[in-house]
């Protein structure tokens, strides 16, 4: 089968598709022929060994995915061949076939595309991990989220509206603000701008976010904090803008405010419960029509590297998808 490989840690120029074998199906296990996979920045560190944990060498990048099963080890009875699901993994995802544990698997609604499968579940059970579990967001608060327009960004805007909150989506551009309305956004902020602080003073009434969603990071998130409504919560969720911000303990004190981490991979090894509650609750409201995953661009599996440069650039619209045959 044909998947992208990375035999070194190297920049996404360095990195190609080649024939490897098709992976074989061990107890527990079910293979997919992938129809469509997500890049996120996640993916994009991991290739160049820049993320926390590394991955063995050589590795199939990518994490989460959509396809149809392929082939089920004997004792698996939950899939059969011919369903559409969509999973998550450690890695794997851009290749034209994957095996994973069953457990690690979602039946796929028949109305949503493998697109919109494959930019689901991580984008979305991290906003909804963040506003629900961490934040207790309430209806009638004001949530505002910085990079609105990203992939978890757009997710956090949907779920806020969802759980009944004001939404104020931070974003540097007009064509980014205006994707962040499509999706739900009640008010928009360009923080690229000076007094940006300013104005989201007036659009709170002197308030301040009662919730701050921040998968950005850097200057913006420390100016961010300074607004907090007293009481806020202020979600670390990454550090898209590359600098990881250092937060003067005497703010919190003053604004009475909490500082929240936000880690997608240790939530079902930590809090299970709260794990299946939130993915029961995430594929309730995707099953029923109320979420919509938001898809950005989509790119054929051979030209994969154009996904991981857009993502990097900070330019993508909603999650980078790569799409097969």
Not at 307 to 316: E, I, L, N, W
């Amino acid at each position: 089968m044909k998947a992208v490989v990375v035999d070194n840690y190297d920049s996404i120029d360095g990195i190609s598709i080649k024939e490897i074998e098709t992976p074989g199906i061990s107890k527990g296990d079910v293979r997919v022929k992938v129809g469509a996979a997500a890049v996120g920045f996640v993916d994009g560190l991991k290739v160049q060994g820049l993320y926390q944990t590394k991955d063995p060498l050589p590795f199939v990048p990518g994490t989460e995915f959509a396809g149809i099963v392929d082939a089920v080890a004997d004792d698996v009875t939950a899939f059969k061949p011919g369903i559409s699901v969509i999973g998550m993994a450690r890695s794997g995802a851009l290749a034209e076939y994957i095996s994973v544990p069953s457990a690690a698997l979602k039946h796929l609604p028949p109305q949503v595309p493998f697109e919109a499968g494959a930019s689901f579940q991580a984008n979305y059970l991290t906003g909804l991990y963040a506003l629900d579990a961490r934040a207790s967001l309430q209806a009638g608060e004001i949530l505002l989220v910085l990079g609105a327009a990203g992939g978890v960004g757009i997710a956090a805007i949907q779920i806020g509206k969802l759980m009944g909150a004001r939404v104020i989506a931070a974003a540097s551009t007009a064509e980014k603000r205006d994707f962040a309305v499509r999706f739900g956004a009640d008010q928009t902020i360009d923080y690229t701008k000076a007094d940006w602080r300013d104005t989201l003073r007036e659009l709170t009434g002197g308030h301040g976010p009662d919730v701050i969603f921040d998968p950005v990071g850097g200057d913006v998130a420390l100016q961010a904090f300074r607004s907090i409504a007293w009481r806020g919560r202020h979600l670390v969720v990454g550090f898209a803008s590359g600098t990881i911000p250092a937060l003067a303990f005497n703010l919190p004190l003053l604004k009475g405010g909490a500082l929240l981490g936000v880690d997608l991979a240790q939530i079902q090894k930590r809090e299970p419960e709260t794990h299946a509650r939130l993915i029961a609750q995430l594929f309730d409201w995707l099953a029923s029509g109320k979420l919509r995953p938001v898809v950005g661009k989509i790119v054929p599996f051979e030209n994969f590297r154009e996904a991981f440069k857009t993502m990097q650039s900070r330019s993508a619209l909603g999650k980078m998808i790569v799409k097969f045959n």
